[in-house]
């Protein structure tokens, strides 16, 4: 079954340093979405990603999907303490599916 | 808005207790997900509805799993009988579809559940 696979599992980096996370899947979607998770927390939805696009920004998140290579990339300038989560991503197949990736566990160092 | 209210937020039962998780969509969203969240299995989709709606439910685990919408505004997820191995962290979500997508998901705080 379709499934987004994120990697690394784990990254650890100095604040102010970038984070980048990526997420590859295994068969066609409509869209593709990136979902913060605090400790103890519900998931919270940072960007979506549609098939026929390439890139996409939100403030310090950078985003990029590639379809050919089923795969997504997402970029945090900057870091900061704040930031320390759980990052999934999240697949949309055309309405028969909804899966999300076991995710990547950022700690960022003051 | 208030956003997604699941109750009770934490809930330790005895093995063989039946469980009712509660949750309340975002008014006006139609779409809602259930979710379980563990160590070993990340976060699996159980069911979700659409217009209150059981669409797809190939993720419950078993028969002792159900799931219900009555309304726009409350469903619910009913373990009977509980058993250790269903401890976990369950999340609701809902979303407002449009162009065919369901979009982005809203999640609930969770329901901490605990099975003894």
């Known amino acids: 079954s379709q499934q987004g696979e994120e990697d690394p599992q784990a990254l650890s980096i100095q604040e102010g340093e970038n984070a980048t996370m990526n997420c590859s899947y295994k068969t066609s979607i409509n869209n593709l979405q990136w979902y913060r998770q605090n400790s103890g927390r519900g998931l919270v939805h940072l960007i979506l990603?549609?098939?026929?696009?390439r890139e996409k920004h939100s403030g310090r998140l950078r985003v990029t999907l590639d379809t050919s290579k089923k795969s997504s990339s997402l970029l945090i300038t900057a870091s900061r303490a704040a930031d320390t989560a759980s990052y999934f991503c999240?697949?949309?197949?055309?309405?028969?599916?909804?899966?999300f990736g076991p995710g990547t566990r950022l700690s960022v160092l003051p | 808005d208030a956003g997604v209210i699941q109750s009770p937020r934490h809930e330790v039962t005895e093995m063989g207790q039946e469980v009712t998780l509660r949750c309340k969509p975002i008014s006006g969203h139609d779409y809602l997900f259930w979710y379980r969240q563990t160590m070993m299995r990340g976060l699996e989709l159980l069911i979700y509805f659409n217009n209150n709606v059981p669409i797809d439910d190939s993720g419950m685990p078993e028969d002792r799993f159900s799931a219900k919408m009555p309304n726009a505004s409350f469903s619910t997820l009913k373990i009977q009988p509980s058993e250790p191995r269903d401890s976990a962290v369950y999340f609701c979500a809902s979303s407002l579809a449009s162009q065919g997508d369901r979009e982005t998901q809203y999640f609930g705080p969770g329901t901490r559940l605990l099975v003894l």
């Open positions: 990603i549609r098939s026929n696009e």
């Open positions: 999240a697949t949309d197949n055309y309405g028969q599916n909804f899966v």
